[in-house]
């Protein structure tokens, strides 16, 4: 059901309204109040607050708001989960376009997050920063709560008490679990997840709501459904499989290759993005897919001729916390958001090798 926008209750106005003063300790971490970003251009141009902002999805989306002429805070904690180099290297154009801002620190630190949220005075705030691998949830599954659970639960106090615009927090596909029924719509039940990661991001929905509902924060949860394309994280199937083969190394292959996936090229999920950012919900959940599946064996046949390379695969069984398969109906935010999914994979796993090559190259 659509929940059109309502204006803040009238306590956050009061807050927004307030100057909020400049704290000791913060300077040492950012000079957001000399940014190139006039206070009087915010109507137009947004201060958007990027958790995790240095990491895939977050980089993305930084530069396409810069390019649109935003202003972008990016705060990340550049963890080893995979080389933070290649972090550093995501954000290294949005650092020097001179319209971005970089805080390092860790969201499970309340009151680093309060200070940053202090100093940003974000419009809007997008939270991407979390521990988004299926399978080391099931390895550390205090690690995955303490940062995608409690972590978050300080993006949402932050976001109580200095009542930005509205909060964009990202979601995922796992949270439908072993669902058949396809494709999975967002009213579906998700009372079944079947890893630590899935629970809590289903958890952050949940809270989500609450802060919508007792606070007045907007907030829009967006279910990604597994996103590739350029600057991909480097444990994800995609970037794996291309590295794997381009190599000429076995490709392990968990099933019999007809697990189902719906992935969706990078540039959709930052179209997705960049509609919430501009489109305040009350609370509302969206899948962002591209409402087509193709099977594991294809994917690597897929890559295979786009490398130039036949894959050595090596047959594993399925590993605990993998679905059978997502598939997204993006009607939803067909209807509100106007995202209309644009890419095929033939031409997403092209471009992604492209990008790959060229990398390797310029390396
Ligand atoms: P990513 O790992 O590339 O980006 C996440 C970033 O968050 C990283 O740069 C990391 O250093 C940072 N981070 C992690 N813990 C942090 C902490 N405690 N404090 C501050 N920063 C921290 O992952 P991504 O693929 O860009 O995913 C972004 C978001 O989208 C995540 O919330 C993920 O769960 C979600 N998601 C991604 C996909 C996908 O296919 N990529 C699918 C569904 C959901």
Known sequence: MASPSRRPSKAIRSRRDRPIGRRAGVRVLFRLFHSPCPKERLSV??????????????????????????????????NDYYDPAIKRGNIAGALASGKCELVEGDIRNAALVDRVFAEARADVVVHLAARAGVRPSLEQPVLYHEVNVVGSQHVLDACRKYAPSHLVFASSSSVYGGSTRTPFREDDPVDTPISPYAATKRMNELMGHVYSHVHGLRVTMLRFFTVY???????????????????????????????RRDYTYIDDIVDGLLRCVD?????????????????????????????????????????????????????????????????????????????????????
């Open 229 to 259: 394309g350029p600057r991909q994280r480097p444990d994800m199937a995609i970037s794996k499989f291309t590295r794997l083969i381009g190599e000429g190394l076995p490709v392990p292959m968990f099933g019999d290759g007809s697990t």
């Open 45 to 78: 141009v947004k201060r958007v607050l990027i958790t995790g902002g240095a990491g895939f999805i977050g980089s993305s989306l930084a530069d396409a708001l810069i390019a649109r002429g935003d202003f972008v805070v990016l705060l990340d904690e550049f």
């Open 279 to 363: 489109t305040p919900f009350d609370f509302e959940i969206f899948n962002l897919g591209e409402q087509r599946t193709i099977t594991l064996a294809d994917l690597i046949a897929l890559i295979e001729k786009a490398v130039g390379r036949t894959a050595i695969i090596e047959r594993m069984p399925m590993q605990p916390g993998d679905v059978e398969t997502t598939y997204a109906c993006v009607d939803k935010a067909r209807a509100m958001l106007g995202y209309d999914p644009k890419w095929a994979m033939e031409e997403g796993v092209r471009r992604y090798v492209e990008w790959w090559r060229e990398r390797g190259r310029a390396s």
